[in-house]
């Protein structure tokens, strides 16, 4: 995965924390399913055994039920222990050892194992005991290790389940002529060996399983790291549309030459109303004009590239080109007029005015900084030049000015279009063709 965000170090990337954060809650979540599975066992259980003792049919087999009951008991505790220790270690750790899964797996199956052991001395046949439903409890621990998100551990798990089941039942099947069709399966290792394949292919299964919930997770991850990424270049003004296509470029922006509209927007007489009215009062105005700007920006597929405190400037066709910037940014401008109008009219905010200036060039885009700190930027003379146009809108009495080669690209000229002429920008050499939309 490539790395933006954080340099290469020792320490947890942002990535690495974040998954194993996620390791620690699908561990803690497994065992909260195993307890819920042991819980119920053992109450089920329970009924079964007083039913059983009750109707005498554990004569001779009488100590089968206190195993097993021992059983259930210690692997609800144990089970219960390692949930609230999951959650402890949420907090106090940045990841859980590779080695405690292993641990953790091992104890389980071996338990099982030995369970079934015992048990099985308290029968004329011990080979039934692996034909009990205590055997399922192995594919149990199987299914549920895919939550570890590790292949190794899923693997592991279901061989060591299967090379325990294989010798356990070679151990105790007995030898004879096969006489009925019962012996079949007190006699014959080959349906144990078909149990054991089960075992050992459910645990590559899992693993299969758990690298696909992994991958699944990790990309995850790394759409969340790329948006936060994306959220820091451009802050929270970029439409789903934009995210999306950045995304799927894993928010990569490398510097190069791309053409683009710049639009640059400032509020008529801001000064003035900021000394008359308290702090929160500007803050409040702010967010509903700028909310509207935003909205229409993202509307037309631009980018709101930065605030500035009583406007800002606005960019189409960068990051993610298109077809036509120019038609995209005077739609913009005049549609922001029309619903900053409308608002005067609806007393929504206070009488505002509004200066734009639209200019089409090529600039370089691209991010610039460090590993650790990155912005995305647009240079060229066609910010510069559009800064000076929107800034004539004073001189002119207008609220919408834009180039020469804005006015070329777009299909639809508005009504109310004058010519402005040939102005000399402050600062530039040459003049520069304006028309004056709104």
């Given at each position: ?303 709101v590239n930065q605030f500035l405190g009583d406007g800002c400037m606005v960019t189409f066709g960068a990051p ?119």
């Amino acid at each position: 995965m490539k790395k933006f965000l954080f340099s290469e170090n020792p320490v947890l990337t942002y990535f690495d924390k974040q998954f194993e954060q996620e390791n620690i809650r699908r561990e803690r979540q497994r065992a909260g399913v195993l307890l819920i599975f042991f819980s119920i066992s053992f109450l089920s259980y329970a009924l079964f055994a007083k039913t059983v003792y009750q109707l005498n049919y554990l004569n001779g087999h009488e100590n089968v039920p206190q195993i097993i009951f021992l059983y259930l008991a210690f692997m609800t505790f144990y089970e219960l222990t390692v949930w609230i220790s999951m959650k402890y270690l949420l907090k106090v750790m940045s990841q859980m050892p590779l080695v405690a899964k292993f641990g953790n797996a091992s104890l389980e199956i071996t338990l099982l194992t030995l369970v079934m052991y015992f048990a099985s001395q308290e029968y004329n046949h011990p080979i039934l005991i692996v034909l009990s439903p205590l055997v399922y409890i192995y594919f149990i621990f199987i299914i549920l290790s895919t939550l570890r998100l590790s292949f190794a551990v899923s693997l592991w798990t279901g061989l060591l389940a299967g090379v325990e089941y294989f010798f356990l039942s070679s151990h105790l099947i007995e030898s004879g002529t096969i006489v009925s069709e019962h012996d079949i399966y007190t006699k014959q290792m080959f349906s144990y060996l078909l149990k054991t394949f089960s075992l050992v292919f459910g645990g590559l299964s899992a693993g299969y399983v758990a690298m696909q919930i992994r991958k699944s997770i990790q990309l995850s991850i790394e759409r969340m790291e790329t948006q936060e990424h994306i959220v820091e270049m451009f802050g929270q003004q970029v439409s789903p549309e934009v995210v999306q296509v950045m995304l799927e470029q894993n928010g990569i922006l490398k510097a190069k030459h791309q053409k683009v509209s710049i639009m640059f927007l400032d509020i008529r007489n801001f000064t003035v109303y900021a000394d008359k009215h308290t702090a929160d009062e500007v803050m409040n105005y702010q967010n509903v004009f700028f909310e509207v700007v935003a909205n229409t920006v993202n509307e037309y597929n631009g980018i709101v590239n930065q605030f500035l405190g009583d406007g800002c400037m606005v960019t189409f066709g960068a990051p993610i080109p298109l077809e036509n910037p120019s038609e995209n940014a005077v739609k913009a401008g005049l549609s922001i007029i029309e619903k900053i109008s409308k608002m005067n009219e609806m007393g929504t905010i206070p009488n505002t005015g509004v200066g734009i200036g639209i200019h089409t060039g090529d600039a370089v885009v691209g991010n610039i900084g460090t590993d650790t700190r990155q912005q995305y930027n647009i240079t060229g003379n066609v910010v510069i030049q559009a800064s000076r146009i929107e800034q004539l809108n004073k001189k002119y009495q207008s609220q919408l000015l834009i180039s020469q080669e804005v006015m070329d690209e777009i299909s639809a000229i508005p009504i109310d279009t004058v010519q402005v002429g040939s102005v000399k920008l402050k600062g530039m050499e040459n003049e520069m063709f304006l028309w004056k939309l709104a």
